[in-house]
């Protein structure tokens, strides 16, 4: 009996690691995957309406993605503000924003393909 628990607990603890060292989409080094972020005016002004884009490179499969903006001002008490992106084609993606305060924002990109899941840090400086 004492043997059939060990023989689980190393079978469990095997499926385990395999699970934790998948590296999402078959083929995919999340390593090579780059973001650039770039906001439209490139000066962003608070009270005003900014895109903000987000520019995939490195992808092996370049479609189906899912591009999550997780917005946090300085403020470390607020809410951050998480807004899916629409994709414009070409790996870019991008969503519109109002900064209601000058300031400076901590952007996380969220990049979800398939069991993959990647985060890049992003600041934008918002003046008034």
Do not use: W
Not at 20 to 42: F, I, L, N, Y
Not at 81 to 106: H, I, L, R, W
């Amino acid at each position: 009996m004492k043997r059939i628990g060990i023989v689980v607990s190393l079978t469990l603890c095997f499926l385990l690691a395999m699970t934790a060292c998948s590296s999402g989409e078959q083929g995919q080094d999340p390593a090579s995957v780059k973001v650039e972020m770039t906001t439209e005016p490139a000066a962003p002004v608070a009270a005003s309406e900014v895109d903000l884009i987000a520019k995939l490179t490195g992808l092996v499969k370049a479609d189906g993605a899912k591009v999550q903006f997780d917005i946090r001002s300085e403020n470390k008490n607020a809410l951050p503000d998480v807004v899916t992106a629409e994709s414009q084609g070409n790996g870019a993606y991008s969503v519109k924003k109002t900064f209601d305060k000058p300031g400076v924002y901590t952007i996380y990109i969220h990049v979800y393909q398939g069991d993959l899941h990647i985060t890049k840090k992003k600041e934008v400086t918002v003046t008034s």
